[in-house]
């Protein structure tokens, strides 16, 4: 059995290391999550729709139940964890009904094996009127994206033994993902020393990606369950964001220009994608101090 721990310290392991984990996602979180997982002596297996030497074959939809059946799921995997797509904003919104069943039938298969679900969701849930959003602020998604992970929230936080993780914009070396999120736009713009377009009436609260994965591990490993947000320390504007990402990569900022979120792909975000993190020392007793935004850019775009 996992346990919270009672005195307040930085995490480091959870408290049953001995945890075997399957992730339902192979793209820029599964992945690396699978690789903190593991660094901490878990056993992990990723299932997803491409089989390879690592990854297990998992389809997605209707037929997921019948997938996770055949993983054996319900016998040899303590937590399912859902980090898996579709998760282009754009893309559910031209196909919200498809990007839905998936969703959902994916959070209902793993919460019908009886496992603990971790479902790893996003600040999309929130109208976006409030600087700064909260376990207790109400929802109310304005979008595609945000209506599919709030029914699919809905579906694992139906099971008191399961945990919904909200992260804001996640930033990381993006490399080997799939899928093109603003900020890897960004970065690949200001690389190639292209004029980058940035929304200055935008705000999100963006989490280094090895900040996201030690949470999640830390989730796991300690059997957290219920609501948990998980937030930057810095509310910028994407425009602020994306100048920062030209002076650490020693780029002149006029590369960056400030236009209005409308005028931009991004015109369906709300004004506010901002999540407050959790206190982590007063609900599970253990501290979490994240990166300073400036630092994990810089260790995000090293080497591009
Ligand atoms: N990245 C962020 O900033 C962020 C922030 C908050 C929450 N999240 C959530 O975290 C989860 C994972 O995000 P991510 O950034 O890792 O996404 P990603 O890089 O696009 O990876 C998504 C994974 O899901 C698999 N997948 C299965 N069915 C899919 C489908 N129909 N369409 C697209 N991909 C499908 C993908 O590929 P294959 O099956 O093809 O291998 C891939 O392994 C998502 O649910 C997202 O809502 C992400």
């Not at 945000?146 to 993006?174: F, H, P």
């Not at 948990?228 to 320390?233: F, N």
Request: proline residues 4%.
């Amino acid at each position: 059995m996992t346990r919270v721990r009672e005195s307040t310290k930085e995490y480091r392991h959870g408290p049953a290391d001995d945890l075997r984990s399957l992730i339902v996602g192979n793209g820029f979180v599964g992945r690396a999550l699978a690789a903190e997982l593991r660094s901490k002596g878990m056993q992990v297996l990723v299932a997803s729709r491409h089989r390879s030497e690592s990854v297990l074959e998992l389809e997605l939809g209707a037929h997921t139940r019948a997938g996770l059946a055949r993983l054996g799921a319900e016998e040899s995997v303590d937590v399912i964890v859902l980090a898996h797509g579709p998760s282009d904003p754009a893309w559910c919104e031209r196909h919200e009904e498809e990007a839905r069943s998936i969703h959902v039938s994916a959070a209902r298969a793993a919460v019908s094996t009886g496992r603990r679900v971790v479902l790893v969701s996003s600040d999309a849930v929130f109208p976006g009127t409030e600087a700064y959003c909260d376990e207790d602020s109400d929802i109310g998604p304005t979008h595609a994206y945000g209506r599919i992970k709030l029914a699919a929230e809905q579906v694992v936080l139906a099971r008191s033994t399961s945990c919904v993780v909200r992260i804001s914009a996640i930033y990381g070396d993006r490399r080997e993902g799939r899928r093109s999120s603003f900020v890897e736009e960004c970065v690949a713009a200001l690389v190639q020393r292209r004029t980058f377009k940035a929304p200055i009436d935008q705000f999100f609260t963006p989490v280094a990606l090895t900040d996201a994965v030690k949470i999640l591990a830390a989730v796991i490993g300690y059997g957290v369950t219920g609501l948990v947000h998980l937030g930057g320390a810095t509310r910028i504007s994407r425009f602020g964001f994306a100048c920062m990402v030209a002076e650490v990569m020693s780029l002149p900022e006029s590369l960056v220009e400030a236009v209005p979120g409308a005028a931009t792909r991004w015109a369906s975000r709300p004004r506010n994608s901002c999540l407050r993190s959790t206190d982590f020392g007063k609900r599970f007793g253990w501290s979490y101090v994240s990166t300073p935004l400036k630092v994990g850019i810089k260790a995000a775009v090293v080497g591009r």
